[in-house]
């Protein structure tokens, strides 16, 4: 009797695994037309935020401002992130260090 209780169990276990596995594609799309459609999204919110951003600049000389504020701000956070990732990164460690040791060694005739 205990026995085809853990398997009962077991079962019942089982498919709530495979129930909760099956989150991944539903839309039955492909990889490449989910990525069209994704950047097709993305296109249109940029342009949605480019006319935004354009009205504000018209408006007043203060939304010009504000605009030109924004722009001045994101362009010194991506300079500051090209910073971090170029001096963080672990690629540029390993090829400082092996071409510091390959000057410091010398060379066996």
């Known amino acids: ?30 990889a490449t037309q989910r990525a069209e459609r994704d950047a097709k999204i993305l296109q249109e919110k940029a342009a949605a935020k480019a006319a935004q951003r354009e009205a504000l600049a018209k408006q007043s000389p203060d939304g010009a401002a504000a605009v030109a504020e924004e722009e001045k701000r994101k362009q010194a956070a991506r300079q500051a992130k090209k910073e ?20 410091a060694a010398p060379s066996k005739p």
Do not use: P, W
């Not at 009797?1 to 099956?22: D, F, H, P, V």
């Not at 971090?84 to 000057?103: H, I, P």
């Open 1 to 30: 009797m205990a026995r085809g209780l853990s398997r009962e169990q077991s079962q019942q276990k089982n498919i709530k695994k495979t129930q909760a596995g099956n989150k991944g594609n539903q839309e039955g799309l492909s």
């Open 84 to 103: 971090r990732l170029a001096n963080s990164t672990q690629g540029v460690r390993e090829t400082d260090s092996t071409d510091q040791t390959k000057q």
